[in-house]
């Protein structure tokens, strides 16, 4: 009978949860509409307020996380924020790994010609080109004309003139080892020795020390190796954020933590940082983050949930509802929210 009873519960509270995933989702779509269309009208610093809040509630959902995205980038890019500019740029290059959409976004043609102006000022030619579903491996081809467009074309099946070997200049000359060089050919006798001196016996002198050889000194001396190249910070939070693609979490926290340790961010840059921290459950580490942040701002009311579940699991349980009460106000209560606010609200120190 208690089986029967504990099965009918589960069930009970599986059909609760389905509507209100639904009516989240809705809820988070009908946000990023509302952000498009105050970015439209102008309204960049309201919009970016809209946009975030639907990308944070929109993770699921590639395509539209993506479109968030997209229009944070343009809103950033008006206000003249290149770090906030930069950072959603990113953010779609991390949810490519995970799925492919970009290509098929339901934006307008001049909407994505202007952001991908934007992105082929901000992002390397190699990222450019993963944008575009592009392995990134080698760069954006060179462009070719003419005959060698439809040589190297395999869907042109008209015929094609053979390609002309074009003649090559003198290959560079090759270092030879170092040997001594032949003798030359003599061009006349050799002038006969002349007659040897009378011995005679040497004096003694004081001895002296024998100089030694150049090369044995310098040869002693260690070469100092060479610099290695300086990673990009921006770089390698996007190595982190593909490991948690792949729900690589020791990976992610490994770079987070040698960011947080060695490297200097604004404010964008620490929120990012700690968002980062947060997904890949290093809790105290997201909290340092959060407060070399200086404190969130407009906008980011959504990051407070982010910062109470933080403090939840570190133990600060009052911190931790004082956090929860600010962010409540600015997002959707889902299944995920209700049983942490349930397990926050619960807690005692």
Do not use: C, W
């Not at 809040?53 to 968030?68: Q, Y």
């Not at 040589?151 to 040997?179: C, F, K, M, W, Y």
């Amino acid at each position: 009978m208690r089986r029967s009873r504990n099965t009918a519960l589960v069930v009970l509270l599986v059909a609760l949860a389905a509507p209100a995933a639904q009516a989240a989702s809705d809820f988070y779509s009908g946000l990023l509409r509302r952000g498009i269309v105050t970015y439209d009208a102008g309204r960049h610093e309201q919009s970016l307020k809209e946009l975030r809040i639907a990308a944070f509630g929109l993770l699921d959902s590639v395509p539209e996380f993506e479109t968030a995205q997209v229009y944070i980038a343009l809103a950033s890019d008006k206000l003249k924020r290149e770090t906030d500019t930069r950072n959603a740029i990113q953010r779609i290059l991390t949810a490519e790994r995970v799925e492919k959409r970009y290509s098929s976004l339901d934006i307008p043609a001049g909407t994505r010609l202007e952001f991908e102006a934007v992105a082929k000022k901000l992002l390397t030619s190699v990222d450019f080109e993963r944008l575009h579903g592009g392995s990134g491996a080698t760069g954006t081809p060179p462009e070719v004309s003419g005959n060698q467009r439809s040589i190297n074309d395999p869907h042109d099946h008209r015929e094609q003139p053979t390609p002309v070997p074009q003649p090559q200049g003198p290959s560079p000359a090759t270092p030879l080892p170092d040997t001594p060089p032949p003798p030359a050919r003599a061009t006349r006798p050799p002038t006969p020795a002349p007659a040897p001196a009378p011995r005679t016996l040497p004096q003694p002198t004081p001895q002296s020390p024998v100089p030694q050889p150049p090369s044995q000194t310098s040869a002693a001396k260690p070469k100092p190796a060479p610099a290695l190249p300086a990673i990009s910070p921006d770089r390698r939070i996007a190595e982190a954020e593909s490991a948690l693609g792949r729900n690589d979490l020791p990976t992610a926290r490994t770079i987070y933590r040698e960011l947080l340790e060695n490297a200097s961010f604004d404010h964008a840059g620490y929120v990012r940082l700690a968002e980062g921290l947060y997904r890949a459950r290093a809790f105290n580490d997201s909290l340092r983050a959060f407060e070399r942040s200086g404190g969130l701002r407009s906008g980011e009311e959504p990051y407070h949930f982010y910062m109470a579940v933080a403090l939840y699991e570190t133990g600060r349980y009052d911190e931790a509802k004082r956090e929860l009460a600010a962010a409540l106000p600015f997002i959707e209560v889902t299944p995920d929210v209700a049983r942490y606010r349930a397990k926050i609200e619960g807690a005692i120190d």
